[in-house]
């Protein structure tokens, strides 16, 4: 196998797994939480940054107040109605920790890959996701077919979704992407979680300097850092501020940063930044299917 073959064939898969968490939403339709439901949606890592992006898509829909949460920081005194704990694995420890610890387990709902798993075990109910299940220690296709499930959950049609997928796996990369040294990510609304996560890829498929913030963060300090060396990738531009959030390109060049305004949904616009981060660890001589110093799963 080549280096990145194994991320490469995920990362491909990615429409045809979405297409299928559509049925899997439909036949879940009663396992995840319904409209109105003060949910808590919490992960680690690439979960977690799932976790964040599904929580402003729920309340934007109007399904009920959501909040995100690393698995580590939960707060357990609050009284949510549903807590969904996302990990592909499992069996990442902070993950069972948690589940151990709410007292009522019949508020809990487990996504994940794999059905057999210590999380699987411990919740009351399950959402299973085999066939987006990975080989990589970098997430690709089970963090965006779990949201592509989410999304079906809140009542979209993921097909044209899985459509813009397609079109991400062919569209050209951002020209000369080896030759950054430092990236931004920002995103506005589901799209700042993502955000997140395009962030994470580049750090762990190629070690980069990566950051991420919702867009009108970016202003607030952070600017200030970019530069000739700089990639500012957004991912997403609507919400309230939307025409402030429109200007920045613009004030993001001055400083002499290339700026990439993603031409499709946010989702499908991660398959690129996937594609990238794979791009670039070939380019600096790493191979993204062995990360450096990370694990499959953290556990403790
Ligand atoms: C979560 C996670 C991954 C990360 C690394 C360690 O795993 O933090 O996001 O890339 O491989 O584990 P999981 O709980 O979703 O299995």
């Given amino acids: 196998m080549t280096p990145g073959e194994a991320t490469q064939r995920e990362v491909a898969s990615q429409p045809d797994c979405w297409r299928r968490a559509g049925a899997v939403a439909a036949e ?3 396992v995840l939480p319904p409209a109105g439901a003060r949910v808590a949606v919490v992960g680690c890592g690439t979960s977690f940054h799932v976790a964040q992006s599904h929580a402003a898509a729920r309340e934007a829909a109007g399904r009920g107040e959501t909040d995100a949460f690393p698995a580590s920081e939960f707060p357990t005194g609050r009284p949510y109605d549903a807590v ?19 007292d009522d387990r019949r508020r809990t709902v487990a996504v994940v890959a794999d059905p057999d798993s210590p999380a699987a075990a411990l919740a009351a109910a ?4 085999p066939f987006a299940d990975e080989a990589s220690v970098v997430q690709t296709r089970f963090a965006t077919t779990v949201l592509a499930l989410l999304r079906a959950h809140l009542g979209e049609d993921v097909a044209p979704l899985a459509a813009q997928a397609d079109e991400a796996l062919a569209a050209p990369l951002p020209a000369r992407v080896e030759a950054f040294r430092h990236f931004v990510f920002l995103g506005t609304g589901a799209a700042a979680g993502l955000a997140g996560e395009a962030a994470l890829k580049l750090r762990e498929a190629a070690g980069a300097w990566c950051e991420a ?3 009108m963060e ?5 600017l200030s850092a970019a530069g000739p060396e700089t990639l500012v990738w957004m991912l997403g531009a609507g919400g309230p501020y939307a025409d402030a959030v429109a200007a920045l390109p613009g004030e993001i060049e001055a400083t002499g940063a290339t700026v990439v305004v993603g031409a ?9 930044v996937q594609r990238a981060a794979i791009a670039l660890a070939l380019a600096r001589g790493l191979d993204p299917d062995a990360p450096r110093h990370l694990s499959r799963s953290v556990v403790l």
């Fill in 28 to 30: 879940h339709a009663t």
């Fill in 84 to 102: 969904v704990a996302i990990s592909r694995s499992g069996t990442t420890t902070e993950v069972l920790r948690l589940l151990e610890r709410l």
């Fill in 126 to 129: 399950v959402v299973a996701l």
């Fill in 213 to 215: 913030y919702p867009a």
């Fill in 218 to 222: 970016y202003r607030h300090g952070p």
């Fill in 264 to 272: 499709r949904d946010p989702l499908a616009e991660l398959v690129l």
